[in-house]
């Protein structure tokens, strides 16, 4: 799926609601990524609440205590009454779970619609396709013609969203990434454009479609049924719906369906949101009207501005506005004042790497009964900057510094380049994805300097390599031997329980001579996080170890004796404690004598401060002789994220 902004860290559970869309005037610029959907309101009641819509969201962790597994967040859209409701969560497959937990309960804009936000952490120890469903009591609306007429749909008195999960051990894939909510209604007979777009991490292409709620029967989404067609609802291209005549007042229920696709084929996995329309008669209030907006075409590092107007012909309402879209993830910034008219001012400073197109969506609605709104879509394109001439390559002993290096079987979402390291005329490059072993087996590439370039010598391969491995995470090269990690290998002792391979080359082929597993192995060790190798030694971080605690963290050394590794020591910190990923990354110096171990989640100076360890050898004995910290350590600084030692 493609990404329009840039990635963040989903580890403590992202804002990934939807940002709900009704474009009225222009049609959808070229921007595969985001799904816009559209969420309307109903008028204010006494009674207790109803069913709105909602949507089933998941992010796959790759880092953290919860890595492999998934944050799931459910949003659910009430009508505020006397009752809001809360869901609970159900799983195939029967993963572990930490619990669905409360996080939120806003009342929206409108005044009358209440978002509930709820989350949960699910895992699921080996592949397969699993549905999550959210279930909670009370009725949902019923899309008849009848306008403000909930109904209740299942023997039980309760409403039910689902998703379904594609999972694949060590190589998950998260569902698409949506915004924040407008609430809109309309007048009958205005034509509509509903555009659907979306962002997803993976790259992977999505397949949208009209469908029937999932917990509606057929007969009763009037909405779907009787309104499909010319001159009705239909679906005009990949991600946009029309009504062309909504001349029938009500409440109208819809829902779409996001597939997941590789290869133009569905994998199972899906999202489906519903959204729902009230049509207004007309003349029951009139809407405000944004000005138009153009274009702006700017090159990165330049700013974009929009300074959008509002007004209203109802002179005695106010009319208030909001602002949606990516660039407001990237440092874009929005403010309005209400009133008739109401005015707003939107910046963004471009950075490097922001180049592409964007939209930003600008929403005006008045406090009218009912409330209605204008929306205006305003594009941004942004060009790379201008760079300067490259300097002439330099040159070094004949090694050339300049070099873009691809491997001969290189395909989409390979990660090519996740780890690398490089030992006088040879490097190695990790790509933890690519899919020679199943989806996400992963590869490492050697690269020999041939007269100045650098040339392909060899593919590595896991002889045992399986979809999900990640093999290739980690890589170090020493002379004629090489060291792969993959740690999500489940075969030692189950999920992330991890592993190493050794290659060595002989007559310039390379070969697998060693797979090298811990002796005291466990789930989720996660062995093969990072590796290093000098000659006959061999070092293997396991940072989730739970000697000292959970996540403590070790390292193992193994050394070679002809052509048989052996661990010989496993190292700890003297003063480990639970979490501290001990072993996230290692090094050993050329002389195969000194180790370095860095533990970025140590907290001797606030949490997260970080440390790193050195380990001597004397003779065939490994100690710990020094415990380094930076002397203005504070906390979340993660002083040994990253180490090297020579």
Same mark, same amino acid.
């Given at each position: ?495 992330? /329980?991890?592993? #190493? =391979?050794? *290659?060595? @080359?002989?007559?310039?082929? %390379? +070969?697998?001579?060693?797979? &090298?597993?811990? !002796? $005291? ?87 997260? /401060?970080?440390? #790193? =360890?050195? *380990?001597? @050898?004397?003779?065939?004995? %490994? +100690?710990?002789?020094?415990? &380094?910290?930076? !002397? $203005? ?14």
């Amino acid at each position: 799926m493609k990404q329009l902004a840039k990635k963040r860290s989903y580890e403590h559970f992202p804002n990934r609601s939807f940002l709900h869309f009704f474009n009225r005037c222009s049609a959808w610029p070229v921007w595969s990524g985001i799904l816009l959907v559209l969420l309307f309101l109903f008028p204010v009641s006494s009674e207790a609440s109803h069913f709105k819509g909602g949507q089933i969201t998941y992010e796959y962790l790759t880092s953290g205590p919860n890595a492999g597994c998934y944050a799931v967040e459910v949003r659910s859209y009430w009508r505020s009454g006397l009752n809001d409701q809360f869901g609970s969560l159900s799983y195939s497959g029967s993963p572990s779970t930490t619990g669905l937990a409360f996080i939120s309960r806003t009342l929206l804009a409108d005044g009358i619609t209440r978002e509930v936000i709820q989350r949960d952490t699910a895992c699921w120890g080996s592949s397969g396709l699993y549905t999550i469903t959210t279930t909670t009591g009370c009725c949902r609306y019923s899309g008849s013609d009848v306008p403000q007429s909930p109904q209740n749909f299942s023997s039980n008195d309760d409403y039910r969203l689902q998703a379904a999960v594609n999972h694949v051990v060590g190589n998950g894939n998260s569902s698409p990434e949506f915004f924040d909510i407008p609430i809109f209604t309309f007048v009958e007979n205005n034509p509509v454009n509903l555009n659907f777009n979306f962002v997803d991490a993976e790259g992977d292409d999505q397949r949208l479609s009209l469908t029937t709620p999932f917990d509606v029967p057929t007969a009763n989404s009037d909405a779907l049924n009787n309104h499909t067609g010319s001159p009705g609802i239909l679906q005009a291209s990949g991600t946009t719906f029309q009504w062309n005549e909504p001349d029938d007042q009500g409440v109208y229920v819809f829902s779409v369906l996001v597939e997941d696709t590789q290869g133009g084929s569905p994998t199972g996995a899906f999202v489906q949101r519903d959204f729902t329309l009230l049509v207004v008669p007309t003349g029951a209030n009139n809407a405000p009207q944004l000005t138009p907006c153009s274009t702006q075409t700017i090159n990165e590092g330049q700013t974009a501005t929009f300074s959008p107007s509002a007004t209203d012909p109802d002179g005695g309402d106010v009319v208030t506005l909001q602002a949606n879209g990516v660039p407001l993830t990237m440092g874009g910034t929005f403010s309005q004042t209400s009133g008739n008219p109401a005015t707003g001012s939107f910046s963004w400073t471009t950075g490097s790497g922001d180049a592409g197109s964007y939209i930003m969506q600008f929403v005006a609605t008045d406090n009218g009964s009912p409330q209605l709104s204008d929306v205006q879509n305003c594009q941004i394109v942004v060009n790379t900057a201008a760079a300067p001439p490259p300097p002439p390559p330099a040159v070094v002993g004949g090694d050339s510094l300049c070099q873009k290096i691809l491997p001969s079987d290189g395909e989409g979402s390979d990660r090519f380049g996740k780890a690398v390291a490089i030992n006088g005329p040879e490097a190695i490059v990790g790509s933890h994805r690519h899919q020679d072993n199943g989806r996400g087996s992963g590869a490492a590439y050697v690269f020999t300097n041939m007269g100045g370039t650098w040339m392909e010598e060899g593919e590595l391969l896991a002889s045992d390599g399986d979809a999900g491995d990640q093999f290739g995470s980690a890589v170090d090269i020493s002379g004629d031997y090489a060291i792969v990690g993959a740690h999500y290998d489940d075969k030692p002792a189950g999920f992330a /329980s991890g592993s #190493a =391979y050794i *290659f060595h @080359r002989s007559g310039g082929v %390379w +070969s697998q001579q060693a797979k &090298l597993v811990s !002796s $005291d192995i466990h789930i989720a060790d996660f062995f093969g996080f990072s590796v290093a190798i000098c000659d006959s030694y061999a070092v293997i971080g396991a940072l989730g170890d739970d000697d000292l605690g959970g996540a403590s963290g070790s390292v193992y050394v193994f050394k070679r004796s002809g052509a048989v590794w052996t661990q010989v020591a496993k190292l700890n910190a003297s003063d480990g404690n639970g979490n501290d990923y001990f072993g996230f990354d290692v090094d050993i110096d050329m002389a195969c004598d000194d180790i370095i171990v860095g533990a970025h989640r140590n907290s001797d100076d606030g949490t997260h /401060s970080g440390s #790193a =360890y050195i *380990f001597n @050898r004397t003779g065939a004995s %490994w +100690s710990q002789t020094a415990h &380094l910290k930076a !002397s $203005d350590a504070a906390a979340r600084d993660s002083f040994g994220f990253s180490v090297d030692i020579i």
